[in-house]
Every structure is written in C-alpha cells, then in structure tokens.
C-alpha cells in the first residue's frame, strides 16, 4: 500500500511512497517542472539517501513546495511506508 | 537609458524596429492620422436590423483590421458574437486591435486556427490563448503588446488604422450617443473605445438598451457613430461588474501594504493636494487602508485618484480622501453607480489617461504610483506579461505609463508565489524599464533604485531599513533555489512596445519538449 504525506494545496506537495522495485524512481508532476523539477528530484532523493531507503516508487505532486517542504514531506511519507512493511 | 539587449531591424509580421531609447526619448514627428470623412442628411437611420447587415454596410472584408474594448471584461459577448459572424460570413486575414483580451476570449482560439484572424494587437493575453501562443505560435507572427497610453497613441499616429470599430454600449439613443453606465449590462467608463470612435473609418455600436434621443448622459457622441444593433444583451451581468472590490485579507499582502505605506509617507510624497494611482489587485489597494490612516492624522487631502477605479477608491473619493477620481475603466458595481452620480468621479479616455504623444495625460500628473508585478529584476525592470515558464498570462496596462509619469513609482509583490521567485537576476520580458520605478516592497524588505538617491536618503533620515536590489535576490534564492533556465526557440510570437512606439521586448517561443 501508499503512505502518503502533503496536500494539494498552493505551496505543499503530496507524496507517496511505494517500497517496491528496483532502486529509487521519482515521478514528478508539477507546474514549475521546467523551473525546479531537476532540484525537486534532488530533495526527494537526498531525503531517501539520509533514511537508507534504496529502493521506492515515489509520486510526488508538487504545488510550489519550498525544498524544506518536500523533505520533510517525503520524510513523513517514507516513514508511514516503513511502517507498514514493519 | 537603453537596454542591454539587441533586436533585429526587421520583424517579419511586425515590420520596423525602433529600440526603446528612454523613457521620454523618442518624440513623434508626424501628423495626426484622420480617418475619411462622412457626411449625414436629415431623416438618417442608423438602426441596423441584425449583425450580418451592419457589417455588410460597414464594408467588412479580407484583411481589415476591427477594435474591441475590453470594459465588459470576462462578461463580454461582444468580441466572439462578432468574431462568430464574420466567420460565418467567410471572411479572413482579420487583424483585432482590442484594448485587452480576457478568458472570455478563448473562442479566438478556433478563428485564429481557421485563418480567420490573422493579427492581435492587445494590451494582454491570458488563458488557453497566450499559452497556445507561447508554445505553437497559432498566429504564426507576433501579437503585438501596446500600454493602454501606447494603444491610444498608436491610433492617433495612425500606426494601427481601425477600418471598423465595434463598441458595446449599456445605452444608446437612435443617432449613437452613448454611455457605459445606464442600463442592466452597465460597466461603467467608456475610456478605450473613446479612441477607437474618433480615428475608425466605420463605428458600429452593440447595445442591449436603446434610449430615447437625445441621452442625456453622453461619453461617446453621435457624430462618431455609423450603425447601431441592438441585441438581447452585450454581456453576462455577473461578470462584467462585480460586488464592491475589497481590501485584501492576506497577511503577506497587508504587511507589504502596510510598510509600502510607511516608505511613501517616509518619501515626503503624501502631502496635502496629491495625487495617487494603484493598481486594483493584492497588496496594491491595501496601501490605501494604510495611507487613509496617516491622513486623518494630517488632515491631509489629496487632489485626484486614478486608474481602474473600484469600490474601495469611491469611498475615499465619498469620506473627502481625495477631491476628484479620473477613471478609464470601472472595476466594480459602486464604482459604476458612482461615476454615473458623482460629478468629482471623471471618465476619461486612454488617450487623456496615458498617452505620451499628445498635449497631457493624467499619468504624468501622478505624485504616487503603486504597482504590482510577476518578475522584477536587480536592474528594477517589472515583467507583468509573461510568467517564468515563459508562457504569455498577463498584460501590460498602464503600468509602464505610469511608473514613467509618476514621480514616485513603488513596486509592492510578495518575494515569491508557489516557488517562483519575484525579485530575479533578469525578468522574462522588460515591459516596464527599470528607469521608471523607484522602490521594491516585499515581505522581506525594502530595496531603493540607486538612480533614487533622494528617495534612499530620505528613507535613511526616518529609521527605515533597506537592502540593495542584489541583496533582496539572495535573500529570496535562498528559499527558492536558483530556477533553471527555460528554452526558447527563436520564433518570435510577441512584440512588447514601450507607450512611445519603439520596441522595449521581444517574446520568442518557449521551447517544448
């Protein structure tokens, strides 16, 4: 199952976390791809890379999140995923 | 001062460059454009039974150009009930010189794919059109961006020539005199198209309410009008005029609001018989509440207001604030009810509003002026037209008209709106020059344009603390993130003219991948 973390609202993002497959894979939606998307992918797998997490399937759907968001997002995310598996 | 970009001398679907120069550098030489002249005999109808006729008299054909005000903003039927018939009547290579364009407008979308409308000319482009722009270029030329003072100008110097004008008026009497503020589709001033009438070849007037001759209340007169069609109604009610406009609620507004305040007062500016203009959105209007304060305190009483004019300006102009409002365009139902009633409530036309290239206009007579902005950049130039991502989803206004007539020009915005940084290295497109704004309010503090030493040291001598323009830009990239750069191709789609006629941007398509 999903954990997720976030909203959907202007300046949050919404993440879920899969811990399945093959190292980490980030798929991102947002309108500010063009601008942030390469840095959005940097925050989510530094946050990956600080929990020991290697593999995962993370959703991310950004509204404008600063990078200290999206960190602490996916942190909360990857958490609930791990308890789950637990 | 001129710009550190260069631009071809030629654009294909444009023609001629003339590069901006300087705020007051470039002058015309030319004479006044007329249009042909008309004559009228006793017993003369105008009274149009149905659109297809009025357009067939009015001598519709390939290749003319058309104008449009856009007071009826995002309830207009005007622009697509008059696009959809010429459509139908199998006309092309239409070009639309419109004041502006809304969501309303989306329609011109399928005519412009159709070949049907071949040439924009606008103050701003939003929505499906200007992305559809941006990315594919649909017109496949550039759409050519005017300040309102630019457009009024532009027309009079017979740089654009309107073959037919088509003006929606809430009342009309059976000769033409008209007025924006009687009738149920009431929208207030008639500011734009009092241009359009005066340099037109044909003027045909939509309206939802004819009067007896002769109205008494007349903002365009007769003598300008050819025909009149009278329809079930010119827009949708709910959206042409909305309730009282509102100060803003958000906290980060208010606080911009609240020390913008504190630098005009600072400044020396607000004083008694002074003058102000601000913009209707954000932070903008709210440093009016502040200001409103201060000069209850002085007793202090300004001599006009102006702009677009809302609710919240009529009740400064009503409590004694200020002694007069000068209005082009009525953004609400009190202003409505007010400019029809209130004497000291002026209508006036584009061409008195803003445009440089005549005897005076009411910018150059502004003391404040207060303007929000989508980039700007550490040189102070403000982007309103064109978001980071490069898609076209604003429009020019009277911004760069005012910050050049104003002696004090203040920009208020947020540093940031959903990551996208405000305070940047260099904006997407310049469409107000850096030599007509003087200060930046953010959240996060207040930069003075070094050009402004009077202003910084005045700032200085009342406790107010700034940081230079580079100083704001780190403070806001640091939350941020340095944005990575957007690929352009080097199509040009769009054509930013400063108010004077010379070329200030160019807009080039936004790469997709």
């Not at chain 2, 710009?3 to 460059?17: A, C, M, N, Q, R």
């Not at chain 2, 050819?226 to 009278?230: L, P």
């Given at each position: 199952?999903?954990?997720?973390?976030?909203?959907?609202?202007?300046?949050?993002?919404?993440?879920?976390v899969?811990?399945?497959g093959?190292?980490?894979?980030?798929?991102?939606?947002?309108?500010?791809?063009?601008?942030?998307?390469?840095?959005?992918e940097?925050?989510?797998?530094e946050?990956?890379?600080?929990?020991?997490?290697?593999?995962?399937?993370?959703?991310?759907?950004?509204?404008?999140?600063?990078?200290?968001v999206?960190?602490?997002?996916?942190?909360?995310?990857?958490?609930a995923?791990?308890?789950?598996?637990? | 001062?001129s710009?550190?970009?260069?631009?071809?001398?030629?654009?294909?679907?444009?023609?001629?460059?003339k590069?901006y120069?300087?705020?007051?550098?470039?002058?015309?030489?030319?004479?006044?454009?007329?249009?042909k002249?008309?004559s009228?005999?006793?017993?003369?109808?105008?009274?149009?039974?149905?659109?297809?006729?009025a357009?067939?008299?009015?001598?519709?054909r390939?290749?003319?150009?058309?104008?449009f005000?856009?007071h009826?903003?995002?309830?207009?039927y005007?622009v697509?009930?008059?696009?959809?018939?010429i459509?139908?009547?199998?006309?092309?290579?239409?070009?639309?010189?419109?004041s502006?364009l809304?969501?309303?407008?989306?329609?011109?979308?399928?005519?412009?794919?159709n070949?049907?409308?071949?040439?924009?000319h606008?103050s701003?482009?939003?929505?499906?059109?200007?992305?559809?722009?941006?990315t594919e270029?649909?017109?496949?030329k550039?759409?050519?961006?005017?300040?309102?003072?630019?457009?009024?100008?532009?027309?009079?110097?017979g740089?654009?020539k309107?073959d037919?004008?088509f003006i929606?008026?809430?009342?009309?009497?059976?000769?033409g005199?008209?007025?924006?503020?009687?009738?149920?589709?009431?929208?207030?001033?008639?500011g734009?198209?009092?241009?359009?009438?005066?340099?037109?070849?044909?003027?045909?007037?939509?309206?939802?309410?004819?009067?007896?001759?002769?109205?008494?209340?007349?903002?365009?007169?007769?003598?300008?009008v050819?025909?009149?069609?009278?329809v079930?109604?010119?827009?949708?009610?709910?959206?042409?005029?909305?309730?009282?406009?509102?100060?803003?609620?958000?906290?980060t507004d208010l606080l911009?609001?609240?020390?913008?305040?504190?630098v005009?007062?600072?400044?020396?500016?607000?004083k008694?018989?002074y003058?102000?203009?601000?913009?209707?959105?954000?932070a903008?209007?709210?440093?009016c509440?502040?200001?409103?304060?201060?000069?209850?305190?002085?007793?202090?009483?300004?001599?006009?207001?102006?702009?677009?004019?809302?609710?919240?300006?009529?009740?400064?102009?009503?409590?004694?604030?200020?002694?007069?409002l000068?209005?082009?365009?009525?953004?609400?139902?009190?202003?409505?009810?007010?400019?029809?009633?209130?004497?000291?409530?002026?209508?006036?036309?584009?061409?008195?509003?803003?445009?440089?290239?005549?005897?005076?206009?009411?910018a150059?007579?502004?003391?404040?002026?207060?303007?929000?902005?989508?980039?700007?950049?550490?040189q102070?130039?403000?982007?309103?037209?064109?978001?980071?991502?490069?898609l076209?989803?604003?429009?020019?206004?009277?911004?760069?008209?005012?910050?050049?007539?104003?002696?004090?020009?203040?920009?208020?915005?947020p540093?940031?709106?959903?990551?996208?940084?405000?305070?940047?290295?260099?904006?997407?497109?310049?469409?107000?020059p850096?030599?007509?704004?003087?200060?930046?309010?953010?959240?996060?503090?207040?930069?003075?344009?070094?050009?402004?030493?009077?202003?910084?040291?005045?700032?200085?001598?009342?406790?107010?603390k700034?940081?230079?323009?580079?100083d704001?830009?780190?403070?806001?990239?640091?939350?941020?993130?340095?944005?990575?750069?957007?690929?352009?191709?080097d199509?040009?789609?769009?054509?930013?003219?400063?108010?004077?006629?010379?070329?200030?941007?160019?807009?080039?398509?936004?790469k997709?991948t």
């Open positions: 199952m999903r954990a997720m973390c976030g909203t959907e609202d202007a300046s949050d993002v919404l993440v879920s899969l811990l399945e093959r190292g980490i894979v980030v798929n991102l939606k947002s309108k500010n791809k063009p601008l942030f998307g390469r840095m959005i940097i925050a989510v797998r946050t990956c890379l600080e929990m020991n997490i290697e593999n995962a399937i993370i959703e991310v759907k950004d509204f404008g999140a600063l990078d200290f999206i960190k602490a997002r996916t942190k909360t995310a990857v958490r995923a791990l308890k789950q598996v637990n | 001062m710009l550190d970009k260069t631009f071809p001398s030629y654009i294909e679907g444009y023609g001629t460059v590069p120069a300087g705020p007051f550098a470039t002058a015309p030489s030319a004479h006044r454009y007329g249009p002249l008309s009228s005999k006793p017993g003369d109808s105008k009274i149009v039974s149905n659109l297809e006729a357009l067939e008299k009015s001598g519709i390939d290749g003319m150009t058309i104008s005000h856009h009826l903003r995002n309830g207009d005007i697509n009930m008059v696009m959809d018939k459509a139908e009547m199998g006309i092309k290579d239409i070009t639309i010189c419109a502006s809304t969501n309303a407008h989306e329609p011109l979308i399928e005519h412009i794919r070949g049907v409308v071949t040439g924009l606008t701003g482009l939003r929505g499906k059109i200007g992305k559809a722009q941006a270029n649909i017109l496949g550039p759409v050519v961006f005017r300040t309102h003072g630019g457009r009024a100008r532009a027309i009079e110097a740089e654009i309107i037919i004008a929606g008026a809430s009342a009309c009497d059976p000769m005199n008209m007025n924006g503020v009687e009738g149920k589709s009431a929208f207030g001033s008639m734009y198209p009092m241009v359009d009438a005066q340099y037109a070849d044909k003027v045909v007037v939509i309206t939802d309410n004819i009067c007896p001759f002769p109205l008494s209340k007349i903002a365009i007169p007769m003598q300008y050819d025909y009149i069609i009278e079930e109604s010119i827009g949708d009610t709910a959206l042409i005029a909305t309730g009282a406009t509102r100060v803003t609620k958000n906290p911009i609001a609240k020390r913008a305040a504190e005009l007062v600072a400044s020396g500016y607000i008694e018989g003058s102000f203009q601000a913009g209707s959105g954000g903008s209007l709210a440093v509440k502040y200001l409103k304060d201060y000069m209850t305190e002085h007793q202090i009483v300004g001599s006009f207001a102006a702009g677009g004019v809302t609710g919240y300006l009529v009740e400064l102009l009503e409590q004694g604030y200020f002694k007069a000068l209005d082009t365009q009525t953004f609400d139902v009190m202003a409505v009810d007010s400019i029809r009633d209130n004497t000291n409530h002026i209508e006036m036309s584009a061409s008195m509003y803003a445009n440089p290239h005549n005897k005076a206009c009411s150059h007579q502004l003391d404040v002026m207060i303007l929000s902005a989508t980039e700007i950049d550490t102070f130039n403000i982007n309103s037209l064109t978001g980071s991502t490069g076209i989803m604003g429009a020019l206004g009277g911004a760069p008209d005012t910050a050049a007539g104003a002696k004090l020009t203040v920009v208020v915005a540093t940031m709106r959903k990551r996208i940084p405000i305070v940047v290295d260099k904006v997407t497109n310049i469409v107000t850096g030599d007509t704004v003087d200060v930046l309010v953010t959240e996060r503090g207040i930069s003075v344009n070094p050009k402004r030493q009077d202003i910084q040291n005045m700032l200085d001598q009342a406790g107010i700034t940081l230079s323009i580079e704001h830009l780190k403070l806001v990239e640091k939350f941020t993130g340095k944005p990575d750069h957007i690929s352009y191709t199509e040009i789609v769009g054509v930013v003219e400063y108010r004077d006629g010379t070329v200030i941007d160019l807009i080039y398509k936004v997709t």
